[in-house]
Antibody
Framework: QVQLQESGPGLVKPSETLSLTCTVSGGSVSSSSYYWSWIRQPPGKGLEWIGYVYYSGSTNYNPSLKSRLTISVDTSKNQFSLKLTSVNAADTAVYFC??????????????WGQGTVVIVSS | QSVLTQPPSASGTPGQRVTISCSGSRSNIGGHPVNWYQQLPGAGPKLLIYNDNQRPSGVPDRFSGSKSGTSASLAISGLQSEDEADYYCVAWDDSLNCPVFGGGTKLTVL
């Protein structure tokens, strides 16, 4: 059973860069069968899709975040990462990493991490 | 404002059947499969339905999904207290070239 665990600073100052890592166990980020995703949830609000990365390094980003966002994969560490630059208070959220798979014409995240809280504040 | 529209709240009594709607357009629900997630308080999302109406292993058959045109629905029959959670629909959107979520529906079991 694959497990995903988010890690990173819980507090980031405005205008700085938010960096998170997702460590995968019970599965390999090098697998060609999956994509590796990030979503977030601001306090008291709904889910927002951030983006995903494939083992090859190809990515797909939410257009609203694309100019500030980089998602990358490190196959040697079996991890993938998120970097969001120039953060502001609106980036305060719980961030979740997940594994995306495609089957029978449908793609979905069947597994998510437990989430990590990131607060943007000086 | 979310691309997919869900009612903010729904409720039912134990044993009842409730449905949650998700409305979109031809660029998302009208042309792509819909998935549904359950989010219990303080937890991450759990996949309930994928490909409009498929249940992952371990999801009770009390949960079912359907789609017609540019709208989808999640039905929960035999409502139980542990079903009290937030429910989200999601589908790929051709205009944005990424998945889009509904705003979520908070289900209360009375």
């Amino acid at each position: 059973q694959v497990q995903l665990q988010e890690s990173g600073p819980g507090l980031v100052k405005p205008s700085e860069t938010l960096s998170l890592t997702c460590t995968v166990s019970g599965g390999s980020v090098s697998s060609s069968s999956y994509y590796w995703s990030w979503i977030r949830q601001p306090p008291g609000k709904g889910l927002e899709w951030i983006g995903y990365v494939y083992y090859s390094g190809s990515t797909n980003y939410n257009p609203s975040l694309k100019s500030r966002l980089t998602i990358s994969v490190d196959t040697s560490k079996n991890q993938f990462s998120l970097k969001l630059t120039s953060v502001n208070a609106a980036d305060t959220a719980v961030y979740f990493c997940g594994r995306r798979e495609c089957s029978g014409g449908s793609c979905y995240e069947g597994h998510w991490g437990q989430g990590t809280v990131v607060i943007v504040s000086s | 404002q979310s691309v997919l529209t869900q009612p903010p709240s729904a409720s039912g009594t134990p044993g009842q059947r409730v449905t949650i709607s998700c409305s979109g357009s031809r660029s998302n629900i009208g042309g792509h499969p819909v998935n549904w997630y359950q989010q219990l308080p303080g937890a991450g999302p759990k996949l309930l339905i994928y490909n409009d109406n498929q249940r992952p292993s371990g999801v009770p058959d009390r949960f079912s999904g359907s789609k017609s045109g540019t709208s989808a629905s999640l039905a929960i029959s035999g409502l139980q207290s542990e079903d009290e959670a937030d429910y989200y629909c999601v589908a790929w959107d051709d205009s944005l070239n990424c998945p889009v979520f509904g705003g979520g529906t908070k289900l209360t079991v009375l």
